[in-house]
Antibody, heavy 119, light 106 residues
Framework: QVTLRESGPALVKPTQTLTLICTFS??????????ISWIRQPPGKALEWLAR???????FYSASLKTRLTISKDTSKNQVVLTMTNMDPVDTATYYC????????????WGQGTLVTVS | IVLTQSPDFQSVTPKEKVTITCRAS??????LHWYRQKPDQSPELLIK???QSISGVPSRFSGSGSGTDFTLTINSLEAEDAAVYFC?????????FGQGTKLEIK
């Protein structure tokens, strides 16, 4: 059974750095083709793709947030970490991690999301 | 790539047939996926690559299209389909989502 779970602070202050962890089970991020992305959703708004890390440690970022984001993985712990610097109230959102089984494929499994409020 | 969904909102009755469209600002071949997000839940995958069905998803959901124009069809709507529906493209980075279509069940 594939599961993903996001964890991190519910509240951060403006200018602080946010660190979110996606802990997953039921698959290995070492498997060829496997990827994990971070997506966020401000309250009542649409989804926004943030970053992706691939099985071979390739990393990709949203152009508009690239300077603020860092994604990394710890394969032995089955975790993917996203850091976002210089948080602002407009970054208030539910942050999701989601799995892709091959580049270009759909998100077939999502975490439950974690709401981060910047205030 | 900008994805524009229509309508933004629709109020429908149970057993009705619903069609949601997603238009891409440039051709994305068939790299278009559909999700349903029930209230206070994470999105769930309904259709991938425009028309491929997903194991465990009810057969009333189907998709079509290619290039720039795509359609999600829900046959015989059920109460549990009250949700927001999103399209999502993976033809190129950054991946993008449509703004969402909210379905209300009368």
């Amino acid at each position: 059974q594939v599961t993903l779970r996001e964890s991190g602070p519910a509240l951060v202050k403006p200018t602080q750095t946010l660190t979110l962890i996606c802990t997953f089970s039921g698959f290995s991020l070492s498997t060829r083709g496997m990827c994990i992305s971070w997506i966020r959703q401000p309250p009542g708004k649409a989804l926004e793709w943030l970053a992706r890390i691939d099985w071979d440690d390739d990393k990709f970022y949203s152009a508009s947030l690239k300077t603020r984001l860092t994604i990394s993985k710890d394969t032995s712990k089955n975790q993917v970490v996203l850091t976002m610097t210089n948080m602002d109230p407009v970054d208030t959102a539910t942050y999701y991690c989601a799995r892709i089984q091959s580049v270009g494929d759909a998100f077939d499994n999502w975490g439950q999301g974690t709401l981060v409020t910047v205030s | 790539i900008v994805l524009t969904q229509s309508p933004d909102f629709q109020s429908v009755t149970p057993k009705e047939k619903v069609t949601i469209t997603c238009r891409a600002s440039q051709s994305i071949s068939r790299s278009l996926h559909w999700y349903r997000q029930k209230p206070d839940q994470s999105p769930e995958l309904l259709i991938k690559y425009a028309s491929q069905s997903i194991s465990g998803v009810p057969s009333r959901f189907s998709g079509s299209g290619s290039g720039t124009d795509f359609t999600l069809t829900i046959n015989s709507l059920e109460a549990e389909d009250a949700a927001v529906y999103f399209c999502h493209q993976t033809n190129g980075l950054p991946e993008t989502f449509g703004q969402g279509t909210k379905l209300e069940i009368k």
